[in-house]
T-cell receptor, first 113, second 112 residues
Framework: GENVEQHPSTLSVQEGDSAVIKCTYS??????FPWYKQELGKGPQLIID?????GEKKDQRIAVTLNKTAKHFSLHITETQPEDSAVYFC????????????FGKGTHLIIQP | DAGVIQSPRHEVTEMGQEVTLRCKPI?????LFWYRQTMMRGLELLIY????????DSGMPEDRFSAKMPNASFSTLKIQPSEPRDSAVYFC??????????FGEGSRLTVL
């Protein structure tokens, strides 16, 4: 089955700086790569996703890149703000999400004021 | 729409007791997933349903765990008998064709 590795487990950045979280996946059939944000006491919430036919996608301060050859994808957050502090999860699926997602272990992002 | 609704939000029980977690999915979402979240293992897929039919239960840890979806508006995850190692946050999530999984706020289970 699919295996998703995520790094780092904890990331502390100064407010206004950029944050990058990286993930690798094992199943070459995976075609859907979402990123979820989880705030304390809540369920994960989708913030951005990318499909295998696209190399990069951007939504305001958030961007995701995908390298299918190397089987890795990354989340980039620019101009970080205090409300960006949360746990971020990457995930992968070979069925576009219909058969569930395999998640990475998560990155605790801390924005220092 | 109210989103995915889970109950109870918190449950504390003693080892050996039966635990039932409940989920009301978003109307019109025809796939439902149960995940378990722990610090050690992260988010693990336990089972999922498509049109109320269980499709893959390979993630269910053992026979003590069972899940049902009697209709499109309701699903349960049952643990009988419960053990301390079952302590975790259990999430229900529903899926729509755009690919997005919508999670409930979770049920935090503590087994003493």
């Amino acid at each position: 089955g699919e295996n998703v590795e995520q790094h780092p487990s904890t990331l502390s950045v100064q407010e206004g700086d950029s944050a990058v979280i990286k993930c690798t996946y094992s199943d070459s059939a995976s075609n859907y790569f979402p990123w979820y944000k989880q705030e304390l006491g809540k369920g994960p919430q989708l913030i951005i996703d990318i499909r295998s036919n696209v190399g990069e996608k951007k939504d305001q301060r958030i961007a995701v890149t995908l390298n299918k050859t190397a089987k890795h994808f990354s989340l980039h957050i620019t101009e970080t703000q205090p409300e960006d502090s949360a746990v971020y999860f990457c995930a992968a699926s070979s069925g576009g999400g219909a058969d569930g997602l395999t998640f990475g272990k998560g990155t605790h992002l801390i924005i220092q004021p | 729409d109210a989103g995915v609704i889970q109950s109870p939000r918190h449950e504390v029980t003693e080892m050996g007791q039966e635990v039932t977690l409940r989920c009301k999915p978003i109307s019109g979402h025809n796939s439902l997933f149960w995940y378990r979240q722990t610090m050690m293992r992260g988010l693990e897929l336990l089972i999922y349903f498509n049109n109320n039919v269980p499709i893959d239960d390979s993630g269910m840890p053992e026979d003590r765990f069972s899940a049902k979806m009697p209709n499109a508006s309701f699903s349960t995850l049952k643990i009988q008998p419960s053990e301390p190692r079952d302590s975790a946050v259990y999430f229900c999530a529903t899926w729509r064709v755009t690919g997005e999984l919508f999670f409930g706020e979770g049920s935090r289970l503590t087994v003493l």
